[in-house]
T-cell receptor, first 113, second 114 residues
């Protein structure tokens, strides 16, 4: 298996633009997680899905952030409009419900100018 | 909800020495405690984990101990090597219950000096 796949790996955009981050979980995994990592706040859980259904989105910073999981093999995290304070590395992770190990993707480094 | 505190935030040791990182958690219902290693510019990767029915677990130079009564767990790295330099994260979760997510500590930056 190729592991968790994220795209793009790097994104540079200007304030006010829409940004869409993409994630493909490991095949067969039924949990998917979106994290944001910054020096100041560490690794923060934004939202997670179970069987494509959002379970907990309490970590989503504000209405500018939205996430979807239209099927078991694809999820998106959208920021609209983006702001400089959104600059961070965004990780997607997945796991299979009957096991404990959570696997992280390579991350997307987002820079908002 | 669960809260995980991790100490120290930075740790510098000489090659060959031992390193210990400590975490405390708040929710006594937590039953799964993984440790992740993140090298610079890379993704977090699981290095060892422990469940609440076990007090200690070892894997070569790495060991984790759990004290359920005190609600704290620790990562021990012996005979440290320069390649152990990274940020280490502890986490806690109530797997098997209604929650599926991990709560992470803030991380410890370990530097191993040759």
């Amino acid at each position: 298996d190729a592991g968790v796949i994220q795209s793009p790996r790097h994104e540079v955009t200007e304030m006010g633009q829409e940004v869409t981050l993409r994630c493909k979980p490991i095949s067969g995994h039924d949990y998917l997680f979106w994290y944001r990592q910054t020096m100041m706040r560490g690794l923060e859980l934004l939202i997670y899905f179970n069987n494509n259904v959002p379970i907990d989105d309490s970590g989503m910073p504000e209405d500018r952030f939205s996430a979807k999981m239209p099927n078991a093999s694809f999820s998106t995290l959208k920021i609209q409009p983006s702001e400089p304070r959104d600059s961070a590395v965004y990780f997607c992770a997945s796991r299979w419900g009957s096991t404990d190990t959570q696997y992280f993707g390579p991350g997307t480094r987002l820079t908002v100018l | 909800g669960e809260n995980v505190e991790q100490h120290p935030s930075t740790l510098s040791v000489q090659e060959g020495d031992s390193a210990v990182i400590k975490c405390t958690y708040s929710d006594s219902a937590s039953n799964y405690f993984p440790w992740y290693k993140q090298e610079l510019g890379k993704r977090p990767q699981l290095i060892i984990d422990i469940r609440s029915n076990v007090g200690e677990k070892k894997d070569q130079r790495i060991a984790v101990t759990l004290n359920k009564t005190a609600k704290h767990f620790s990562l021990h790295i012996t005979e440290t090597q320069p390649e152990d330099s990274a940020v280490y994260f502890c986490a806690a979760s109530m797997y098997g219950g209604s929650q599926g997510n991990l709560i992470f500590g803030k991380g410890t930056k370990l530097s191993v000096k040759p």
